[in-house]
């Protein structure tokens, strides 16, 4: 039995292909390279949802229909004053998401179409949670949605208060649109483990903030940074790379489960990344990142088990770059994947059946039962 589920195929699914071997990354059957490129986040959302791409009055339509969502909801206007300022924001964010089933009297109804309007409302509403909690842990006032802004710009400005660069949107849009799903990734089966119990949405996609949280899952994003940060502040790139390795640390941001290649996100990101260090006067960020990576390039401890950047990589520098602080780096891939674990969610929906695999027990059996006062 393989650790992990390494190499297990748990279901079938048509939202996305992920071809390890080779690098490749499909969403309903277009490459992520042309995605990341050339669509925006909400083109890429509606082609999750309905499995088709948008034309121009679709997408105008659709786009129409978030931006009413948007609204911070008085929950967790309640709530966010409450927590510690400290609390890590994917803790709030994972809280928060929680509490918005308690307020939705329809949060039981599985049809499909309230099921996609759930969709809708979660994901039009997570950058306001973000963003308002950014705001709130900074003694600022949340700062309501701007209705003529697209999603990516829209959460830019909820954080900042100024609209943001066109450059500056269009990265954060790309970096959104890249980490909309990935198989059968560990928050995406949390996702759909809970809601396959016939539970509820709000259930689902709060297993799938809490699952992201992990350090090996989408909080690498942060500590990739952090790691840049200090090996930059080090004084000396190489010799914390050489540090790293001679305390056997993990390098954050490099080796995945599934990619023994290239991750291809990276061919949307790390240009990305490089044009974004460039034009800022802050260029020496992607040099950090490009060096650790050529060091480990030709360290045979990373080539001989086939680790490679993966996609919080040169994301963590994206981000980095659009003045998000580090620890909220990982609530943005959230507000990503949200469209990934409700897409998921509606595809379990339409074919629903409990997920329940079996576990390969390895204790003993049929022990004498001891009475207390005979017990070591
Ligand atoms: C992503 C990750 C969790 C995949 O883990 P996995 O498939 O369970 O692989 P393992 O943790 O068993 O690692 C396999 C081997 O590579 C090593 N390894 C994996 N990632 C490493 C890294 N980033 N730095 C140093 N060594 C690493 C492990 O120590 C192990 O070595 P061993 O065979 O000598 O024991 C792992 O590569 C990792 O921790 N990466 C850093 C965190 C990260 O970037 N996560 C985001 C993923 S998108």
């Given at each position: 039995?393989?650790?992990?589920?390494?190499?297990?195929?748990?279901?079938?699914?048509?939202?996305?292909?992920?071809?390890?071997?080779?690098?490749?990354?499909?969403?309903?059957?277009?490459?992520?390279?042309?995605?990341?490129?050339?669509?925006?986040?909400?083109?890429?959302?509606?082609?999750?949802?309905?499995?088709?791409?948008?034309?121009?009055?679709?997408?105008?339509?659709?786009?129409?229909?978030?931006?009413?969502?948007?609204?911070?909801?008085?929950?967790?206007?309640?709530?966010?004053?409450?927590?510690?300022?400290?609390?890590?924001?994917?803790?709030?964010?994972?809280?928060?998401?929680?509490?918005?089933?308690?307020?939705?009297?329809?949060?039981?109804?599985?049809?499909?179409?309230?099921?996609?309007?759930?969709?809708?409302?979660?994901?039009?509403?997570?950058?306001?949670?973000?963003?308002?909690?950014?705001?709130?842990?900074?003694?600022?006032?949340?700062?309501?949605?701007?209705?003529?802004?697209?999603?990516?710009?829209?959460?830019?400005?909820?954080?900042?208060?100024?609209?943001?660069?066109?450059?500056?949107?269009?990265?954060?849009?790309?970096?959104?649109?890249?980490?909309?799903?990935?198989?059968?990734?560990?928050?995406?089966?949390?996702?759909?483990?809970?809601?396959?119990?016939?539970?509820?949405?709000?259930?689902?996609?709060?297993?799938?903030?809490?699952?992201?949280?992990?350090?090996?899952?989408?909080?690498?994003?942060?500590?990739?940074?952090?790691?840049?940060?200090?090996?930059?502040?080090?004084?000396?790139?190489?010799?914390?790379?050489?540090?790293?390795r001679?305390?056997?640390?993990?390098?954050?941001?490099?080796?995945?489960?599934?990619?023994?290649?290239?991750?291809?996100?990276?061919?949307?990101?790390?240009?990305?990344?490089?044009?974004?260090?460039?034009?800022?006067?802050?260029?020496?960020?992607?040099?950090?990142?490009?060096?650790?990576?050529?060091l480990a390039g030709q360290d045979s401890y990373f080539v001989?088990?086939?680790?490679?950047?993966?996609?919080?990589?040169?994301?963590?520098?994206?981000?980095?770059?659009?003045?998000?602080?580090?620890?909220?780096?990982?609530?943005?891939?959230?507000?990503?994947?949200?469209?990934?674990?409700?897409?998921?969610?509606?595809?379990?929906?339409?074919?629903?059946?409990?997920?329940?695999?079996?576990?390969?027990?390895?204790?003993?059996?049929?022990?004498?039962?001891?009475?207390?006062?005979?017990?070591?």
């Open positions: 039995m393989a650790a992990g589920l390494e190499g297990t195929t748990v279901a079938d699914t048509e939202l996305s292909k992920v071809d390890g071997q080779n690098g490749v990354l499909y969403y309903r059957g277009y490459n992520i390279v042309d995605l990341g490129v050339k669509a925006d986040f909400e083109e890429v959302a509606y082609l999750m949802w309905y499995g088709k791409l948008p034309n121009q009055a679709e997408l105008d339509a659709f786009k129409a229909e978030l931006v009413p969502l948007r609204a911070l909801p008085a929950i967790v206007a309640e709530m966010l004053p409450t927590f510690p300022a400290d609390a890590h924001p994917m803790a709030v964010l994972r809280t928060c998401v929680s509490a918005l089933g308690t307020v939705d009297p329809e949060a039981d109804n599985l049809s499909t179409e309230n099921v996609q309007q759930q969709a809708k409302y979660l994901v039009a509403v997570l950058p306001t949670i973000v963003a308002a909690w950014e705001r709130t842990r900074t003694g600022n006032a949340p700062i309501a949605p701007n209705d003529d802004l697209d999603h990516a710009a829209n959460f830019l400005y909820m954080l900042t208060g100024v609209v943001p660069d066109a450059a500056v949107a269009e990265a954060m849009d790309a970096y959104l649109t890249c980490l909309v799903d990935h198989g059968f990734n560990a928050s995406t089966f949390a996702s759909r483990v809970t809601f396959a119990t016939v539970s509820d949405i709000y259930s689902a996609v709060t297993a799938g903030v809490g699952t992201l949280k992990g350090n090996a899952h989408g909080r690498a994003n942060q500590l990739a940074m952090e790691q840049f940060i200090e090996a930059y502040e080090s004084g000396d790139v190489t010799q914390w790379y050489h540090d790293k001679a305390n056997k640390e993990r390098i954050m941001g490099i080796g995945h489960r599934v990619y023994k290649v290239a991750d291809p996100r990276g061919k949307v990101l790390g240009p990305l990344a490089q044009k974004m260090s460039a034009s800022s006067s802050e260029s020496h960020w992607f040099d950090v990142a490009n060096t650790i990576e050529q001989d088990r086939s680790l490679y950047p993966n996609v919080d990589y040169y994301s963590a520098i994206v981000l980095y770059m659009t003045g998000m602080p580090t620890d909220q780096f990982t609530c943005a891939f959230a507000m990503s994947r949200m469209v990934g674990w409700t897409s998921h969610v509606l595809e379990q929906l339409a074919n629903n059946r409990l997920i329940r695999p079996k576990a390969n027990y390895t204790g003993p059996i049929d022990l004498d039962f001891p009475a207390i006062a005979d017990r070591e």
